[in-house]
C-alpha cells in the first residue's frame, strides 16, 4: 500500500460494547495507575469487547502487563493503541499474547513507535492466530515487504473462512518464512 496502511479487514464492522479513553487518562494519573487499573480489569472482564486507549502514555511495564491479559481475556474483540508510546517491546509482547489469544479480532497500532521489528513480530503471530482478522499498523518506515507480507497474512483464504466460520478446523499452525522464502 503506497499510503503506509497496512489494514486489511475479512469480516464486516460490529458495534460491540466499547470503552474509549483520551489523553486525559494520563493527566488524571502520572504514574500509571489508571492504565494499570485497566490491565487488572482485563484478566477478569467477561463483558468488554472493545478497548481504545489512543494518545497516552504506555509504559513498558504496562504494555507487557497488556499482553499479559490478552492471554487470558475472552470478551475483548478489539484493540486499539494508535498514537500511544507502545514501542518495538511491547509489540513483541503482543505478538506473544497473540500466539494464544482466541478473541481479539482487531488490532490498531497506528502511528506507534513499534518499528519494523515490532511489526514483524506482529506478522509473524498471525502464522499462529487466525482469529486477528485486521492489523492497522501506519508507519511510513516499515519495508514494503513486509507490509505486503502482512496483507498476505490477513487474506489468506483459510484465515477468511476460519473467521467467518466456513472451516470446521483451525488452519494448521505455519512457520513463519523470512521475506523472500
Known amino acids: 500500500c503506497v499510503c503506509g496502511y497496512v489494514c486489511v479487514s475479512v469480516c464486516p ?6 470503552l474509549q479513553t483520551s489523553p486525559s487518562l494520563s493527566a488524571l494519573d502520572k504514574a500509571g495507575d489508571g492504565l ?3 490491565v487488572r480489569m482485563l484478566h477478569t472482564n467477561t463483558t468488554l469487547t472493545a478497548l481504545s486507549l489512543y494518545n497516552i502514555e504506555v509504559p513498558k511495564m504496562s504494555a507487557r502487563g497488556l499482553a499479559d491479559a490478552l492471554k487470558v481475556n475472552t470478551s475483548l474483540t478489539s484493540l486499539t493503541l494508535a498514537d500511544t508510546s507502545l514501542d518495538a ?4 509482547a503482543l505478538a506473544d499474547a497473540l500466539l494464544v489469544n482466541a478473541t ?3 488490532l490498531n497500532v497506528s502511528f506507534c513507535l513499534i518499528g519494523e521489528s515490532g511489526a514483524r513480530a506482529l506478522a509473524d503471530a498471525l502464522h499462529s492466530n487466525f482469529t486477528l482478522t485486521e492489523l492497522l499498523i501506519y508507519d511510513r518506515s516499515l519495508s514494503i515487504g513486509l507490509r505486503q507480507d502482512i496483507e498476505a497474512l490477513l487474506a489468506d483464504p483459510r ?5 467467518a466460520g466456513e472451516a470446521d478446523t483451525k488452519p494448521a499452525r505455519e512457520i513463519p518464512l523470512a521475506h523472500g522464502e
Do not use: C
Request: no cysteine; hydrophobic share 45%.
Open 13 to 18: 464492522p460490529s458495534k460491540p460494547h466499547s
Open 104 to 106: 481479539l479480532k482487531k
Open 89 to 92: 517491546q511491547g509489540a513483541v
Open 36 to 38: 494499570r487499573a485497566f
Open 159 to 163: 484465515r477468511v473462512a476460519w473467521a
